[in-house]
């Protein structure tokens, strides 16, 4: 996805682990305490609806399709404990924003990037928190890992996401009717 020198790029690695970087052809070198924002907006209404139901599976704890079926009765899995959760691990904060910590660094020394939902847009807030262990410099990036994250399970739901995003087509794709007014609206 590109917006103006920004670039953002959703990749599964053949470490088996998804990387969410933010790229800017102005900027060089990234500093402890820079932050940048990408915008999700109904321009794209493909992907903004994946952001969209990205942000619902996590803030409700719903993080399977067939989660119904997963569990015998409600007591194995309940709601209550997994929202207590993601409030004790920091996923979400008492704004509402989702706020995921690269998994290859602790806590306040990697890359960090916020999902936040505003009226027709959702944002994406990448933040440096310390550059010195930081290995790619002149970019924001964070890595959500599929084994041993500490977010776990809630990792699972931006997998879900990005398999979603494989089977947008960009070359077969019809203008949903939320596009189309988000546009008219964008041009008055």
Known sequence: MIDENKKLKIIYS????????LYNKGVKYREPEDKEDFLITKEN????????ELYDRITTGKIFDDEDEMYDTPK????????????????????????????????????????????????LLFSRHNSEQI?????LSIRISNSGSRYMPFNSCFMNFYNKLQNIDPNNYQQHIEEFIYKQKVKK
Do not use: H
């Open 135 to 139: 290995e790619n410099r002149n970019c």
């Open 14 to 21: 053949g470490n088996g682990d998804l990387y969410i970087s």
């Open 76 to 123: 194995n899995y309940p709601i209550f404990e997994k929202m207590q959760e993601i409030y004790n691990l920091g996923l979400i904060n008492p704004e509402g924003e989702i706020e995921w910590f690269c998994d290859d660094y602790p806590i306040g020394i990697g890359d960090s990037l916020k999902i936040i939902k505003e009226d027709d847009q959702y944002r």
């Open 45 to 52: 209404y493909a992907i903004y609806t994946l952001f969209e």
